[in-house]
């Protein structure tokens, strides 16, 4: 059964398993909420990736953020499969009280894992919000056109990432994660390819505030960086 620990100013739920899973909650109170929406982060991200508290209490939204394995302050899984991993979030909705169903909301590669909760728990979903989903190339159904057009649009750094997860051994993996991947200022020029002409005018402006700094930096706080996840048959990237 889980439980709820706090520790250092961190809250966290213990899962049954004995890892922990890092959380942040935003938001009106649970009682008070209309909604009650779980955020799975995507890669390079983390719980502290959010959303302002005025317009959450506008709508009456509670949301958990969580750490997902391997990133930030949440202990990693290198056994982790998508099925795992809707274990830990079914656990981790149980241990906050989100209700008997609850909504979704999963980014960039956080999305996979959303439509993994579709699949293995549907009646505990009111809903599921996927916001530029990523997922692996190379999953059965998707045709040598469809990755084409999927793969040309994808920044250089992606494309190393998602070829390094495919085709290096996992140690090699543990290795990068743990000594190379590091973000800075290179970070956030990489970053300005992918954004919207509005969005790099904003970047140009006003630059990378801190709490997207912090959210990167926390994204590689785990001593267990090394983990990986399991996308697809032979296909992993590193989590963390």
Request: with cysteine; hydrophobic share 40%; aromatic share 10%.
């Amino acid at each position: 059964m889980a439980v709820l620990e706090e520790l250092g100013g961190l809250k966290y739920v213990r899962l049954a398993s004995g890892r922990r899973i890092c959380y942040k909650e935003q938001g009106v109170r649970r009682e008070e909420a209309k909604r009650q929406l779980m955020v799975l982060h995507g890669l390079g991200s983390s719980r502290l990736a959010s959303m302002p508290d005025t317009l959450l209490k506008a709508y009456g939204v509670k949301i958990v953020a969580i750490d997902r394995p391997g990133y930030g302050r949440s202990d990693c899984d290198t056994e982790q499969t998508f099925k795992s991993s809707v274990q830990d979030i079914e656990e981790v909705a149980d241990a906050l009280s989100m209700g008997d169903k609850f909504w979704l909301l999963g980014y960039s590669c956080g999305g996979a894992f959303c439509w993994a909760c579709a699949r293995y728990i549907p009646h505990r979903l009111a809903g599921v919000c996927l916001w530029a989903p990523a997922g692996n190339y190379y999953w059965k159904g998707i045709s040598d056109e469809e990755r084409s057009a999927m793969w040309k649009d994808l920044v250089s750094s992606n494309k190393f990432i998602f070829g390094l997860g495919r085709r290096t051994p996992s140690w090699i993996l543990r290795l990068y994660t743990q000594h190379f991947v590091r973000p800075g200022s290179n970070w956030f020029k990489r970053l300005e390819h992918t954004l919207s002409a509005p969005d790099r005018q904003h970047l140009l402006i006003y630059g990378p505030d801190g709490s997207l700094i912090r959210n990167l930096f926390t994204a590689l706080l785990t001593d267990e960086a090394a983990g990986i996840m399991e996308l697809s048959d032979g296909g992993v990237i590193p989590v963390g």
